[in-house]
């Protein structure tokens, strides 16, 4: 499987926290779900890739080269983030005439039709713009300039239901084109249960997993039960344990329910949940 | 050359948004009322002036409006899209000294004087020099401390400047330092032509560092 991009022992030192030689790859073809709490190291990740941030150590690769000085392979790379990175004051319009310049193979037909599709009025202004609708406009930049890779930093953040589905279905049909990858950082998890066919997950700037979704979640089961039923080997496999008045519950591995004893409940498990329970577990082992 | 042309389009499109058409009849209103009431000269000054304000807009606004992003994301090298900024101050401060020079001979023609075109030139390319060698020290603070902090301290070298220049000037009179000084101007009295060269070459060449302070110092900057 050809790989869109690919990051090697990534590494950046804060004062607060460290992001901690993360290696992960992203397909062709494919749409890679970027998750983790606040803080965990997503955006000092995304803003690595875009240069935005000096990595100290690591090698970052997109389209099988590494990152150089010309910038010149962001003309296939489509950047999306929660907040619009254009003048307040220019109009829809006029965002196409501020970059079009830049782009190789810009489209404005492409750009056109992205606009009429999105409902996005041509002389509104990015300030007038609602959240929903300048998610819209960057996409539409990044779709009419042929970008083969999808980057996008919290898209979906403070849209509605409806909105955020409809960024999940142009990224549904921008991944119809197997040449092309996306990578979508995001903590709203149930975008990436539509979306990801990968997951890569990070805690605290360390990598917990990287690989295909289904099996991180089928990886885990929530474990409920009362408080008779905990004992001390249950309590250490028990990940971000949460102990209460009437019981517990946690995430555990799938592999360990054997040891369960019959009044302990193990189910499915989330994406949701996953972060939740480990990212608890952390702060549990200090 | 064709991606530093669009970084300088980029910069004029971010300043065009917000200048609007009554600000450009004010400030030629302005020009004009100097040219008539003060010293026609001072429509070019003024003008130049306006023009000069208004090439570390930018740096503003791309502090406000994310712009560092939209740059970053762009197919053109950090390198170019500096060489293009310059590429636009320089376009604004020549439409600044242009402008205030038409206005200048406007002004000339309504008073009934005659229009010494060469004079003209001669001082909108002086207040060009001036302008151009003060963006040429302004520009790599900038980059290195962004607009807001950056606003505040690029002043200080053009007041040490000044300070140094006035203590030079009251203090140096009869003293050998003076005579150099007083040979100099009138070998640029006595060598117009090579004095307007030489003083271009210094302006070309404190660009050309300034650009390389610029590139030097915006290095390490994270967005």
Redesign the interface.
């Known amino acids: 499987m050809k790989q869109i991009l690919e990051i090697h022992k990534l590494t950046k030192r804060y004062d607060t926290y460290t992001l901690d030689e993360l290696s992960f790859s992203v397909p062709q073809g494919y749409i890679m779900g970027f998750i983790g709490p606040n803080g965990a190291g997503k955006t000092t990740t995304i803003?690595s890739i875009?240069?935005?941030?000096?990595p100290d150590s690591g090698e970052i690769k997109v389209f099988g080269e590494s990152l150089s000085?010309?910038?010149?392979?962001?003309?296939r790379?489509g950047?999306v983030?929660d907040?619009?990175?254009?003048?307040?004051?220019?109009t829809v319009q006029?965002v196409e005439?501020?970059?079009r310049?830049?782009?190789?193979h810009w489209d404005s037909k492409v750009y056109a039709d992205c606009i009429k599709r999105f409902q996005l009025e041509p002389t509104k202004t990015v300030k007038a713009l609602s959240r929903g609708m300048k998610v819209k406009l960057m996409l539409a930049v990044a779709l009419s300039h042929g970008a083969e890779l999808l980057i996008l930093d919290e898209p979906t953040s403070g849209l509605d239901p409806v909105a955020r589905e409809e960024v999940c279905d142009i990224l549904r049909e921008f991944i119809t084109d197997e040449k092309k990858g996306v990578i979508f950082s995001t903590h709203i998890t149930s975008d990436l249960e539509k979306v990801a066919d990968y997951i890569t997950f990070i805690l605290n700037g360390r990598l917990i997993y990287t690989g295909p979704r289904d099996e991180l979640i089928e990886s885990y089961v929530r474990v409920a039960g009362g408080k008779e039923s905990l004992n001390e080997a249950l309590r250490e496999k028990i990940i971000g344990l949460r102990d209460h008045g009437m019981g517990f519950e946690g995430l555990m591995r799938r592999e360990d329910i054997a040891m369960l004893s019959s009044d302990v409940g193990a189910e499915s498990t989330t994406l949701e949940e996953i972060i939740v329970f480990m990212n608890k577990g952390e702060k549990n082992n200090g | 050359m064709?991606?530093v042309m669009?970084a300088g389009?980029?910069d004029l499109?971010?300043l065009k948004?917000?200048v609007k058409p009554h600000m450009l009849v004010l400030f030629a209103g302005i020009a004009i009322f100097m040219g008539f009431s003060v010293e026609k000269s001072m429509s070019i000054a003024f003008g130049s002036m306006i023009g000069f304000l208004f090439v570390s807009y930018p740096f503003a606004?791309a502090e406000?409006?994310?712009?560092?992003?939209?740059y970053?994301?762009?197919?053109?090298?950090?390198?170019k899209m500096i060489i293009g900024r310059y590429l636009f101050a320089a376009t604004i401060i020549i439409i600044g000294a242009v402008s205030g020079s038409v206005l200048s001979a406007l002004a000339m023609v309504v008073d009934k004087k005659s229009v010494d075109l060469k004079i003209i030139a001669i001082t909108a390319a002086a207040f060009f020099v001036s302008f151009v060698l003060l963006l040429s020290i302004q520009f790599p603070l900038y980059y290195k401390l962004g607009y807001a902090k950056g606003r505040l301290v690029v002043f200080i070298p053009l007041m040490l400047v000044s300070a140094v220049g006035l203590f030079v000037g009251n203090n140096i009179k009869d003293t050998a330092v003076w005579t150099k000084v007083m040979a100099m101007a009138q070998w640029i009295e006595t060598h117009p032509d090579l004095s307007v060269a030489l003083v271009i070459l210094a302006a070309v060449l404190s660009v050309v560092a300034s650009i390389f302070a610029s590139v030097k110092l915006s290095a390490?900057n994270?967005?």
């Open positions: 803003k875009m240069k935005m941030v000096h000085d010309s910038n010149e392979y962001n003309d790379i950047y983030m907040n619009p990175f254009y003048c307040e004051s220019w006029g005439k501020a970059v310049g830049f782009y190789k | 064709d991606k669009q389009r980029l499109m971010t948004s917000y606004l406000r409006d994310n712009l560092n992003t939209l970053a994301s762009l197919p053109v090298s950090r390198v390490k994270e967005y």
